[in-house]
Each structure stands twice: as C-alpha cells, then as structure tokens.
C-alpha cells in the first residue's frame, strides 16, 4: 500500500481536484441554488429549467465513449485538461445567457459537450493505472472529488447570489476547474512512466493487460455490468433529485427534509471510501450486491408511513451509501474484468448508461408525483430494480486472468509506451 500511494499520491490528489471542479459535480450543486431566482427573473418552470440539466447529462453521457476512446489514444492529461478548461469557459458564459430558453438549452448542451472529459471517465484511467492493490480505495478517493464538491460550491454559489444575484454564480464557480484545478494539475498530475506501472497490470515485456473495446463487447460481462448500471441509475437519479419532496410528503418538515439530504451526502463519503476498502479485499460483486440492496431498505421505510425521524434519516444514509457504492462499482470492475488496455472506452461505454437513466430518472419521479400526488409508485418500482440490479453483478463470476493485448490504435508518443 505505502508503495503505491508513495508513487501516486500527487496526481490522485490532482484528479480528485479534478473531479471535483469537473463537470461532473459542479453543475448539479449549483442548479438547485439558482433554479428559484431564475424562475423568477425570467418566468420559466421549474420543468423548463430542470429540462437543461437532462440535456447536459444526456449529451454528456452519449459522447463518455468517445472520450474514453480520446483517452486511450492521447492519454488523460491533454484531454482532462482541455476538457477542464473549455467547461469552465463555457460554465462562465452562462452569465451572459440571453432571457430565451433555447438559447439556455444550447448553452447547456455545449456545456455537456465540451466538460464531460473532465468527469471521471477520463482521471479513472490514470488513476487505475497508477493503483491495483489498492485501486478500490484510490477510485473511491477520487470520486471523493464529488462530495468535496458538494461541500463547496452550494454555499459558494449561494453567498455569489446574495451578493450579486444568480447570473453572477456561474463565472465565479467557473474560477474552481480555471483558477484552482487546471494550475494544479498542469504541476502535478501525470500518468506512471512504465516502469511505475503495477506489476500485475503489465506483462514481462511492460504492455498493458487487459480486452480492447470490441472483445470486451463479446463478453458476457460487459453486458450484466451494462444492465446492472441502467437498472441502479434509474432507480437513484430520482430519488435523489427528489428526496426532499419526499421527505415532506412523508409528514416532515422542510427543515428535516435538508437534514435527510445531509445524510444522503454523508452516505455517500463513506460508501465510496468503505466499499472502496472492501472492493480490495474480497470479490466485488460480493460486496457490491448486499449494498446495493440498502436502498430496498430506504424505500420501504420512505412509502411506510413511518414518522420516526431516525429511520427516515437512515433511509437516507443508506441510499447515499448505496450510491457511493455505485460509483465505485463502474470504474472498478471495468478494470479489474476487463484490463487497461483499453479503459477508457470500454469504461466510457458504461459511463454511458450510467449518465443517461440518472438523468431520465428524475423525469420518471417526477411524472409519478404529477399523476398520482405521491412517490410511492415510483419508490417500489425502485426497490425491484435495486434488487435486481445487484444480484446481475453476482453472475460475473471470478475475476478473469487477464493478458497482454494489442490496442486498436498504437499509444502516442506523449502516452507511456507500455499505454
């Protein structure tokens, strides 16, 4: 463990900056700030409003396999940092956004073209390469990056918009990924040099082990990964963007219902550290499976009718945990079933459902809420797609012994030449 985090701590702590000013987080802790003023700034819906954020996820995530595929020619560094620089340029401009919806909705779509290389379907790959022994609780870290995120920028946004209003919050957050990251990282980020490779990940001549995209695409395991992100994405995306309206029509205040949120952000931390642990220790569909079936537990307490404060906040907890988990699942067992040969774009094709159901899954929530006056219907439909999303990871069987492979397109010069 010392050894690896010895060689690799500088750019793991780069990347989780990364993440963290990426576009991964920052959009989504800023939105929920600025959603009330410019609804009442410039009379659109709240569904108008909400519609840009699914656009910018879905773009986001339809093009995750292209910069998968940019990575693993180009290596992470010029593709992160690009990425990181045009999101936080493009996250500025929102400040000059003319009062017409179409307008805000292109905005929104560059903003999900250009920023998804700097979510964690790029920094995964280097930081994947710089770790095996310990690559659970290195990924887990990293998509601290996250709720790093979560800590900051809700309160940064909200003091810019008291000061200034809410066109204001976008360039003063776009000074995170342009003023805080893009420097850092331009010092300290780096993928390992061949010989800083973990032994395990290398065969005797130094090449990367691992299935390139198209035999990853014949496995079996790509697609029960596959299934099991869609089924868990559309599941959580939802009850997350909703889990305050939930919590108040379960007979809570709205003061509670913020510290339930709390405790899903909390959950959140500790699953991706905790399971990023176990993941390193013991098989990962092993661990992964009875997580993933703690929201089962949070659902059913959610449509119980419960008004016990303290299962409401652990309904909470576990769903966040769950979450965490979640994260972790998807860049894991890409590496581990299918090698870094090529990561990036087997990782980017299932970043792809991950993005686009927990996108879609707030809409499915929120038409629920519309039709029936409650969540209810929603949350047990959940329940069943948790359920089964989890158990599909308990087919993947043993880890595969993996073994040098050629790449589709040779490694550039800049990349390391085992890359």
């Avoid at 560094?77 to 003319?98: C, D, E, I």
């Avoid at 061949?194 to 082990?209: C, N, R, S």
Wanted: charged share 10%; hydrophobic share 55%; net charge neutral.
């Amino acid at each position: 463990m010392a050894s690896e985090f010895r060689l690799g701590w500088k750019p793991l702590a780069a990347a989780t900056l990364g993440v963290a000013c990426g576009a991964s987080p920052i959009p989504f802790n800023v939105l929920p700030i600025v959603i009330g003023p410019i609804n009442a700034d410039l009379g659109w819906s709240f569904l108008q409003i909400s519609a840009a954020v699914t656009i910018y996820g879905i773009i986001g995530a339809l093009l995750a396999p292209v910069i998968g595929a940019l990575v693993d020619k180009h290596g992470v560094k010029p593709v992160a940092l690009t990425a990181l620089g045009l999101f936080g340029v493009s996250f500025a401009a929102m400040y000059a956004v003319p009062s017409n919806l179409p307008a805000f909705y292109i905005l929104w779509a560059v903003i999900g073209i250009v920023g998804i290389g700097s979510t964690p379907v790029s920094w995964s790959r280097a930081i994947s390469m710089w770790f095996h022994a310990n690559r659970g609780l290195a990924l887990g870290i990293l998509l601290l990056g996250t709720s790093l995120a979560a800590l900051v920028v809700p309160q940064l946004s909200n003091y810019v918009l008291e000061q200034a209003g809410w066109r204001s919050v976008f360039p003063v957050v776009a000074l995170l990924p342009l003023v805080i990251a893009l420097p850092l990282a331009l010092v300290f980020f780096r993928e390992p040099e061949p010989h800083e490779l973990p032994q395990q990940a290398v065969d005797e001549g130094g090449a990367l082990k691992g299935l390139t995209r198209n035999e990853a695409l014949k496995s079996y395991r790509f697609y029960v990964l596959f299934a099991s992100i869609c089924l868990v994405a559309l599941a959580y995306g939802g009850a997350h963007i909703h889990m305050v309206q939930i919590v108040i029509l379960s007979g809570f205040d709205a003061s509670f219902a913020a510290t339930v949120i709390s405790f899903v952000a909390i959950g959140i931390f500790l699953g991706r550290i905790i399971v990023g642990v176990l993941f390193d220790r013991f098989w990962a569909p092993g661990v992964a499976f009875p997580v993933l079936c703690l929201p089962v537990i949070s659902c059913l307490l959610l449509t119980s009718g419960t008004n016990s404060e303290a299962l409401i906040l652990l309904a909470g907890f576990f769903l966040g945990f769950a979450a965490g988990a979640e994260s972790d699942v998807v860049a894991f067992m890409a590496a581990r079933f299918f090698g870094l040969l090529e990561f990036g774009r087997i990782y980017g094709l299932l970043y792809m459902p991950f993005g686009i159901f927990a996108s879609i899954s707030p809409l499915l929530y929120g038409y629920v809420r519309d039709q029936t006056g409650s969540y209810n219907l929603m949350l047990q439909v959940s329940m069943v797609l948790f359920a089964v999303g989890g158990a599909l990871l308990l087919t993947l069987g043993r880890y595969p012994e993996l073994r040098a492979g050629k790449a589709a397109t040779p490694p550039t010069p800049a990349q390391p030449a085992a890359a």
